[in-house]
């Protein structure tokens, strides 16, 4: 079983934020892969589903940012999760927008979702990063995030949530570099083409 978080905060009003793209992308995945509807549970919204042959648990806290470790940690401790069972998906500012890597494991970056659960469950959990681009100042950071996409940016916004869902399933079968490589083709691809015109 795997738990797939995706990082945000509740309410509509933070429903387009650079913050929120983490919800942006769970909920592609569980369209995706039609998961169940989501219902109330450990101080968030969960929805599970089948990928391939692997029980995929999807999380959305409810308890904002700062405090996602606490929602996370319930999911965990109820269904007896590890850390190498948890997949976080996450803005990162210090990626250009259309930009994602992944990653196992290392420090939160500021990262005040990362922060939390580092603070609940430890490090060692896998991450999925999605550049949002970096204002350019460390002061203007908190107010950049909490700011909702450009139009601009939609392009970008839309292929990367489209690839990550299409291709999440090749990180359920733990193959990183496959579902790297198809994303960034795609992404890439989007790019070539929109230049073409």
């Known amino acids: 079983m795997l738990l797939v978080v995706g990082l945000g905060n509740p309410g509509a009003e933070y429903a387009n934020n650079r913050h929120n793209i983490g919800f942006m992308a769970l909920d592609e995945i569980t369209r995706r892969h039609y998961f169940s509807s989501y219902r109330t549970k450990f101080q968030g919204e969960l929805v599970d589903g089948i990928i391939g042959d692997e029980r995929v ?66 490090p060692n959990f896998s991450r999925i990063r999605l550049g949002v681009g970096h204002p350019g100042d460390k002061a203007k950071v908190a107010r950049y995030v909490l700011k909702d996409f450009a139009k601009s940016e939609r392009i970008w916004l839309n292929k990367v949530i489209s690839a990550v869902g299409e291709y999440f399933y090749m990180l359920v079968e733990e193959n990183y570099p496959a579902f790297m490589s198809n994303v960034t083709t795609t992404v890439n691809a989007s790019d070539l083409e929109k230049n073409s015109i």
């Open 57 to 122: 648990l999807g999380l959305k806290p409810s308890t904002f940012m700062n405090e996602s470790g606490r929602s996370v940690h319930a999911a965990m401790d109820f269904y007896n999760l590890q850390p190498k069972d948890l997949i976080v998906i996450h803005d990162e500012i210090d990626l250009a927008g259309g930009k994602v890597r992944t990653k196992r494991g290392g420090g939160h970056a500021g990262h005040n979702g990362l922060r939390s659960i580092q603070s609940h469950v430890g």
